[in-house]
């Protein structure tokens, strides 16, 4: 299972991204979808996650400010991140996971994309 992100971008301090993902091949089924960051110099760290049945954990940094959602029938997770600050700055990946076709477990990763802030 392949995941494709987009949305990624350079913006001011107060500003808005809206990040995709969007899952492709033979799945089955899909569980969690997430988001995490990694910014530089500093270990990846789950951003928001939202599982099948729509339970949401964020991130104690982007509370508020942060809102995952997901569309099923389109296999794809979304991050509207609203007043951006610097600290926001980094790589973010979507990551997904569920079972593909045969009922294989599949845990896919995206290619990340760059979030920055800077006035």
């Known amino acids: 299972v392949q995941l494709a992100e987009s949305g990624g971008g350079l913006v001011q301090p107060g500003e808005f991204l809206r990040l995709s993902c969007a899952a492709s091949?033979?799945?089955?089924?899909?569980?969690?979808m997430g988001w995490y960051r990694q910014a530089p110099g500093k270990q990846r760290e789950e951003v928001a996650r939202?599982?099948?049945?729509?339970?949401?954990n964020y991130a104690d940094s982007v509370q508020g400010r942060f809102t995952i959602s997901r569309d099923n029938a389109k296999n794809t997770v979304y991050l509207q991140m609203m007043n951006l600050k610097p600290e926001d700055t980094a790589v973010y990946y979507c990551?997904?996971?569920?079972?593909?076709?045969?009922?294989?477990?599949?845990?896919?990763w995206g290619q990340g994309t760059q979030v920055t802030v800077s006035s």
């Open positions: 939202i599982t099948r049945g729509g339970r949401i």
């Open positions: 990551n997904m996971d569920g079972l593909e076709r045969g009922l294989k477990a599949f845990d896919s």
């Open positions: 091949g033979s799945i089955v089924g899909i569980y969690d």
